[in-house]
Structure formats: structure tokens, C-alpha cells
Nanobody
């Protein structure tokens, strides 16, 4: 079965950095666009970043643009989210997701077919 397993979350001070990883199995990784979403307590899950199959096209939420970088290594079936200049408002559970859609914008939850279990990121002030 398809599995997406996130790692790399933790506690970091404001201004610090973390790199999240998501390893995919049970699917043909190059056949999927990948995305990262996050959900803070009491809030809806929101789009963070997405990357197309080849890695040549990326998209970011305005709130993270210039601070976060999404990338993928198709040889390792892995998508990454490098997070720099972290702020307390970045505190959330971060989820990776896989999408078979070709023309979707990749900013909506329903664009995605599979989801990981999430990894907690906590940024202290």
C-alpha cells in the first residue's frame, strides 16, 4: 500500500531552520506531484508548498515564500521542505501529500490522493 512518512520535525527557536523529509513507498514516485500542508491547533489545514513531477516547477504560500524551499529527489522517492527563518506562527503539524493530477493547481487538499501522518514543528519565541 501507499505510505508517506514524514520526519525532521522538532522544537526550534525563532530564526532557526529545520528540514522536513517525506519518503514515499508503494507508488511510482515520478508519477506524482508532491505537496506540503500544515495545520495549527484550532485551524484548518493550509497549503504550504508544492512541486511538480520533474521538480522543475514549484509553488509556495505567500506566508512562506522566500523562507521555505521545496525539493525532491526522485531517485530516493523523497520530497523535502527546507524551512529557514522560522517564526512562532509556523508552529503546526506538517503533512506531505501526493497528487496524480496533471493540471490541478495543487493548492487544495482535494488535489491530493495520499497523505502522510504528519510531523510536529514547534517554533519558540
Amino acid at each position: 500500500q501507499v505510505q508517506l512518512v514524514e520526519s525532521g520535525g522538532g522544537l526550534v527557536q525563532a530564526g532557526g531552520s529545520l528540514r522536513l523529509s517525506c519518503v514515499a513507498s508503494g507508488l511510482t514516485f515520478t508519477g506524482y506531484a508532491m505537496g506540503w500542508f500544515r495545520q495549527a491547533p484550532g485551524k484548518e489545514r493550509e497549503f504550504v508548498a508544492a512541486i511538480r513531477r520533474s521538480g522543475g516547477s514549484t509553488d509556495y504560500a505567500d506566508s512562506v515564500k522566500g523562507r521555505f524551499t521545496i525539493s525532491r529527489d526522485n531517485a530516493k522517492n523523497t520530497v523535502y521542505l527546507q524551512m529557514n527563518s522560522l517564526k512562532p506562527q509556523d508552529t503546526s503539524v506538517y503533512y506531505c501529500a501526493a497528487s496524480q493530477a496533471w493540471s490541478a493547481g495543487l493548492r487544495r487538499e482535494y488535489d491530493y490522493d495520499y497523505w502522510g501522518q504528519g510531523t510536529q514543528v514547534t517554533v519558540s519565541s
